[in-house]
């Protein structure tokens, strides 16, 4: 998801989606907002990934994938 800076604004508006569809979202993460980023998809059960894979703990990259903890795609 890359919306020019406005990637907060519409996660905050994706709630349902981010809630009950759970989809995989890949975000480019603003370094004002990551914080608020990464809570919004914790507060989901998401985890957040680099684009190696690697398991992100308490911070975002530039670019981050955020995929729900119950997801085949964590379990390799």
Sequence with gaps: MDVEGAELLALQ???KLVRDIRPIFYVEVGSD???EILKLFSSHAYVALDEQGQVLQDKCTNNTFFI???SDKLRG
Aim: glycine share 12%; proline share 11%.
């Design 13 to 15: 508006g994706a709630t």
């Design 33 to 35: 907002v990551a914080d």
């Design 68 to 70: 729900p903890k119950e």
